[in-house]
């Protein structure tokens, strides 16, 4: 199982950017995916989760920017995220739970400055 992240870039606050995650070697449809990034210094925090459709919002400094959706026939989610802000600046990790534990990918960084 593999878990592939794209899209990270470097963004003034304000922009835009989408965030790809690409599932390889899984034959079946995963019920559960997420997004979950990592500052600098700081833990890892879920952003946002994507399960069965139905999605919640977890880390509440991205309210009302960010959307998590999924490709419905392939194990593919993204991320939107606008009005970009300088503490976005992290790692985003995607996850998936497989075999009742999360698998990670390797992470694609944004950096967000002005």
């Known amino acids: 199982v593999q878990l592939v992240e794209s899209g990270g870039t470097v963004a003034r606050p304000g922009g835009s950017l989408r965030l790809s995650c690409h599932t390889y070697g899984i034959v079946g449809r995963l019920k559960t995916m997420a997004w979950v990034r990592q500052a600098p210094g700081d833990q890892r925090e879920l952003v946002e989760q994507?399960?069965?459709?139905?999605?919640?919002i977890y880390e509440e400094s991205v309210k009302g920017r960010v959307t998590i959706s999924r490709d419905g026939t392939q194990n593919t989610i993204y991320l939107e995220m606008n009005n970009l802000k300088v503490e976005d600046t992290a790692v985003y990790f995607c996850?998936?739970?497989?075999?009742?534990?999360?698998?990670w990918g390797q992470g694609t960084q944004i950096i967000v400055w002005s």
């Open positions: 996850a998936a739970m497989w075999g009742g534990q999360w698998t």
């Open positions: 994507i399960s069965d459709g139905d999605s919640t």
